[in-house]
């Protein structure tokens, strides 16, 4: 009884099948699926490509699929997008499949709290937060696009390196190490050629751009203080988010809300998670690293939600199944 896992980002595509007993099957990572920058024509490639490979590396047939549960970036933001995408997903998994599509925040959540109640935190190329409370009930809060919103994102953190670099090319602020990063990277021989290497080498792309998160990472571990205060920055507008979702949840029945994180942004690590847990200590919350990966998440939530539909014994032993997966993460660590 295969169960597919799908988490889809600004940057890549993660799939994995589990069997019943929290083997991994088989894992694949492809390009983004984000319709709304690539099109709709590339969603349905990169999900069909996808979909395909994992079950031929596990010798299975799409229609032997039991359960699937697709995160897919900006889903349910537009609303007459939603039978649109699930529509293309009936298409490729077959009609008589069952499957589930919500946005990837959810994705993020299932594997970093092992679709426990609690909030996470993304922060890849976007960022939002979502929350599930003791009764089920969720929330959402940030993930308003790059144009509006994503704060503490890779790509906000990307163009806030890039913003600090022309102020201190101008001597509207005094140079720091990243300056000196920066104009290495590009291999810039004027300062103004910043533009054509925006332009011409990361042509723009909000996955290209949220890759200079990991200079500011390089600067803060030589002490850059405009560094180290960007990441606090993102830290305070990721507290922001937790504080809002608390607010939307009835989190009473716990003794302590747990948060968790996932995505590239917190690989900088202390320089992050540090701030945060300043910023959010008021709350009554607990910070853990994340249990499972985002598409590990992603396919412990189908199994889960298949056996809730079947009234499987103790929800399939939930706890004992996500150790399980912990281990086959472990196993598995160069395919993911």
Known sequence: ????????????????????????????????????????????DVIEKGAAEVCQEAGINLADLSYSFLGIPCYG???????ILE??????????????????????????????????IVAGTGAIGYGV????SSARASGWGYFVGDEGSGYWLGKQLLSLFTKQSDG???????????????????????????????ELKRSNISRLAVLAYKAAQEGDK??????RQAAYEHSLTIKAIIEKLNFQKLDEITVSYSG????????????????????????????????????????????QDKQDESDLELKKLTRKLQQEEKRCNKQL
Not at 77 to 83: F, G, L, S
Not at 286 to 304: D, N
């Open 87 to 120: 529509n293309i997903i009936k298409n490729i998994l077959g009609s008589s499949r069952d499957f589930e599509c919500d946005n990837d925040a959810k994705a993020g959540w299932a594997g970093s709290l092992a679709c426990q109640p609690g909030i996470n």
């Open 172 to 202: 509207r602020i005094a140079k720091t190490h990243l300056y000196h990063l920066i104009k290495s990277e590009f291999d810039l021989e004027e300062d103004f050629d910043l533009l054509s290497a925006v332009y011409d080498k990361l």
């Open 1 to 44: 009884m295969p169960y597919l896992g799908v988490d889809g980002g600004g940057t890549k595509t993660a799939f994995m099948l589990i069997n019943k007993q929290g083997e991994i099957m088989a894992a694949a990572k492809k390009e983004s699926c984000h319709y709304k920058v690539e099109g709709l024509d590339k969603f349905k």
């Open 264 to 307: 590239g942004v917190f690989n900088a690590g202390d320089y992050i998670i540090k701030p945060l847990q300043e910023y959010i200590k008021k709350y009554q919350v607990k910070l853990i690293k994340p249990i499972l990966q985002p598409v590990t998440g992603a396919a412990l939530y189908a199994l889960y939600q298949d056996s």
């Open 77 to 83: 933001e537009y609303k007459e997008d939603t039978p």
């Open 133 to 136: 409370d003791g009764s089920g």
């Open 226 to 231: 405009k560094a180290l205060e960007l990441f």
